[in-house]
């Protein structure tokens, strides 16, 4: 639990002799937080840009073909949806549970269904991802990537530890395993380094041992399939 914070009971500051008001939002790089690093307001703007481009697809609905209607739900909406999710790990079921259901308006809008028509046979045929899976997926690829990419940045890899040696002789299942990072507190939990630790130790360990980036993401989404509902 966070502790909220009393802004009334801050000292006031000051730049250049002017009083500088304390906001309770605050954006960077497109990302919405509040005062007390909740996620309701980016959650909120998120839906609203979500909801302005189905409303100006709509009118296309029921002429355009199948596959085009799929290519603008996954080039014009759901990148919106998916934009800085590895930002808010602790995001509540309730904000997910939203979060879920603009992707189904985009199975909706694909599909002319109704905004009460079950959805999930549909989203199996495209085979997308339920919000949490495909959040996972995503997690688990930028994961992928910092390990194994020498490009990406050094400060990034030295979080990440394996338990052993990838050619120290072990059980198959206990290859290529993070260390997990010690923590004491619940927020820390839902870090990105732990969360992905976490994730990546719970595949199985013929994806983990994947060589290319390519095959590694095309088997979490197996394996995510496999196992959505």
């Not at 919405?32 to 100006?56: C, G, N, Q």
């Not at 029921?62 to 800085?84: G, V």
């Not at 990072?181 to 619940?186: C, L």
């Not at 013929?206 to 979490?220: E, N, P, W, Y």
Request: proline share 6%.
């Amino acid at each position: 639990m966070r502790n909220k914070l009393d802004v009334a009971s801050l000292s006031p500051l000051w730049l250049n002799g002017v009083q500088i008001d304390y906001a309770k939002t605050a954006k960077n790089l497109g990302v919405i937080m509040d005062s007390y690093l909740f996620w309701s307001p980016h959650v909120a703007e998120v839906s609203r840009k979500v909801h302005y481009t189905f409303h100006s697809l709509k009118c296309l609905q029921s002429f355009l073909p199948l596959k085009t209607k799929i290519s603008l739900a996954q080039t014009l909406i759901q990148p919106i949806i998916d934009y800085a999710d590895a930002c808010y790990l602790d995001a509540t079921e309730e904000l997910l549970n939203k979060l879920e259901r603009l992707q189904n308006i985009c199975i909706r809008f694909i599909f002319n269904l109704k905004k009460y028509d079950h959805v999930s046979s549909f989203r199996k045929e495209l085979k997308w991802l339920p919000i949490r899976l495909r959040r996972n997926s995503r997690l688990l690829c930028l994961l992928y990537n910092i390990l194994h990419n020498p490009k990406m940045p050094s400060y990034l890899r030295e979080r990440f530890s394996f338990s052993r040696p990838s050619d120290a002789p072990c059980r198959s299942h206990l290859k290529n395993l993070l260390k997990s990072p010690p923590h004491s507190t619940n927020f820390y939990s839902y870090s990105f380094t732990s969360h992905a630790v976490r994730l990546w130790n719970a595949l199985p360990p013929d994806i983990r041992g994947c060589q290319t980036l390519a095959l590694f993401k095309s088997r979490v989404k197996e394996h995510y399939l496999s196992i959505s509902s």
